[in-house]
Nanobody
């Protein structure tokens, strides 16, 4: 069973930064090596892709709205994937989910999901 637990969300002012973390069960990061991604869902909106990284962390993919503000990374020795978010905007307010799966399908859906961590950006 693949289990994912996100943390690092919170309330931040516009222009601020947050670093989200997603810790996976050992199976997520060993054996079958999953590609990992971040998605978000704002109130009243559909869940959308934010970023993804390949199983070895060598390739990264981002949604257009990221525009260089976010960086995804992973540390397989710690079973953890990160999302560093800088220059946050009020429109980045959403519940952020970690997902495990296989690219390119992971850009639209994950095989396994965490419970999410709330990010709120005040203006």
């Amino acid at each position: 069973q693949v289990q994912l637990v996100e943390s690092g969300g919170g309330l931040v002012q516009a222009g601020g930064s947050l670093r989200l973390s997603c810790v996976g069960s050992e199976r997520t990061f060993s054996g079958r090596m999953y590609d990992m991604g971040w998605f978000r869902q704002a109130p009243g909106k559909e869940r959308e892709f934010v970023a993804a990284t390949t199983w070895n962390g060598r390739r990264h993919y981002y949604a257009a709205f990221v525009n260089g503000r976010f960086t995804i990374s992973r540390d397989n020795s710690k079973n953890t994937v990160y999302l560093q978010m800088n220059s946050l905007k009020p429109e980045d307010t959403a519940l952020y989910y970690c997902a495990a799966g296989s690219l390119p399908a992971l850009s639209t859906r994950g095989e396994y999901w965490g419970q999410g961590t709330q990010v709120t950006v005040s203006s």
